[in-house]
């Protein structure tokens, strides 16, 4: 075979596979496309925006409705001392010193405090909704959210001034329906976000914390003993 003949020959083989490759992606849109992943896709798109970089280490500012606050990390209370936060529900602060457990926890039933905003601390993302406004498909919209996903947690939170709220440490979002983007957006932005919680590396798994029977949320006003916030 002359230099001539094995010119054309890798020319028809490049040609061939060009086209193989072309012939695989647009089947592969195709089948997503049946399977609505083309939908998916999209959305991936848009709250790639809201991914951390070097460049915009926060990118939650670009959030409508999110509040931020800076708060000192560290400052610890023991059980049942409470704190009297600004917040509610709190997004940082004094702490208990043992946290909740929160490795995509879904939990039942109110959940003191003081314990999950320790939780906050090791750069979780925390779901509150107000148990009376948020139930059948709108709940199970968000527990499909949190539930085996590391480093997110749910709760109700009763007396709460909007069907739902999230936090992470320093930074808040409420909104009125589960189908808000804005709520993928709070947690793409912010879970395990090194640049806006003080404790990378943090566990999310807590042996000192009992999951299944929490300590119980207390409605009642902090009274004149409870620590303040910061």
């Known amino acids: 075979m ?39 896709s999209e959305r ?30 560290g400052l ?8 009297a936060y600004d917040h509610s529900p709190p997004f940082g602060g004094r702490h208990d010193q043992v946290w909740a457990a929160c490795n995509g926890v879904v939990y039942p039933t109110a959940v003191r405090t003081e314990h999950l905003v320790h939780s906050l601390e090791h750069g979780s993302v925390w779901i509150a909704y107000h148990p ?3 139930t059948g498909d709108e709940l199970a919209k968000l527990a499909e959210r949190v539930e085996g996903k590391p480093y997110l947690v749910m709760s109700p939170y009763p007396g709460l ?12 979002l409420k909104v009125t329906s589960a189908d808000d983007e804005r709520i993928d ?13 003080p404790e ?8 000192a914390f009992d999951q299944d029977a929490p300590p119980p949320f207390d ?12």
């Open 132 to 134: 009376d406004q948020v």
């Open 2 to 40: 002359n230099s001539r003949t094995t010119s054309l020959v890798i020319a028809l083989v490049s040609v061939l596979l060009a086209a193989a490759a072309l012939t695989g992606v647009a089947l592969l849109t195709a089948e997503r496309s049946v399977a609505g992943q083309a939908t998916v």
């Open 185 to 197: 957006q709070f947690i793409t932005a912010l879970l395990l976000n090194p640049a806006t919680y």
């Open 44 to 73: 991936d798109r848009k709250l790639a925006a809201f991914m951390p970089s070097e460049d915009n280490p926060d990118p939650s500012g670009s959030i409508p409705g999110i509040v931020r606050r800076d708060y000192d990390p």
């Open 219 to 230: 409605p009642t006003p902090p009274g004149a003993d409870a620590q303040p916030p910061i």
């Open 76 to 83: 610890h209370v023991v059980a049942p001392q409470r704190v």
């Open 161 to 172: 001034d909007q069907p739902i709220s999230l936090q992470s440490w320093g930074h808040q």
């Open 200 to 207: 990378p590396g943090a566990p999310c798994d807590s042996m």
